[in-house]
């Protein structure tokens, strides 16, 4: 009888512990114990915002490289660029995760030339990430983003820098810097997609089908003679055995 009860207590015991943890311990359990696996890089081709886009024959522009004409001061200068990069994944290639690792190139001037001082001198830019997946084809799944059918595809955006300031007539400040910025909860996760609107099971075809994703950039900018934009982008997610 003794036996009987050690062997029922090991058997609670190691239960137990074989229990998968929870949401609210660790945040992630679609992922938790597996291992990383890299998906790809891609980087963006460059965003100018220039007062004159006429091409510097010493310095000509890649291809795909986009130039917007900047606004008279001191009317701001919006941008909303897509195409600026691919990347395709293939069936199957991870399990319940899409995480990042983005690095932008930060580089731009404000220089007030209005002749009085200016409250809002300004700099923002973001990544702007498309997926493409089959899965987001059906009719009835809808984007709590807009309100209408994903159509095959989402769109989420990544802020990566901003500054607003005033700034005095006449004065001048220019900055160029790289920053990077790490996954926390995963560009896209099962569990973020189930909090969108699919079911679990759709959730979990979602990372079974080949994906699309294209590139862009928008922002913002104000008071500045010139502005650029670009990144580069990594891709992770996790292994499919624990």
Known sequence: MKSNVIALGLLIAATAQA????????GDPDSFGRDVIYLG????SNVALLT??????????APNDRCIVLNAQPTATNFNEDG??????????????ICFAVTPNVNYEFLNLTGVQQANARYSARSVITIENEVLDDPTLIDPATGLPY???????LSTYSESRSIA?????QKSMFLSRHC??????????????LSELQAKQFFKKPMKFTFGASGTV?????ANYFYGIRLYGDSKDK
């Open 19 to 26: 229990a998968p943890p929870t949401a609210e311990e660790v």
């Open 41 to 44: 890089n891609a980087q963006t």
């Open 151 to 157: 159509g095959g595809k989402m769109q989420l955006g």
């Open 84 to 97: 600026l990069a691919t990347l395709q994944l293939p069936a199957d290639s991870t399990k319940s995760l």
């Open 52 to 61: 004159d886009c006429t091409p510097d024959p010493m310095f000509p522009p």
């Open 169 to 173: 007539a006449g004065e001048r400040s």
């Open 184 to 197: 926390i909860g995963g560009l896209v996760s099962k569990r973020s997609l189930v909090a969108g609107g």
């Open 222 to 226: 104000q008071i500045v003679d010139f």
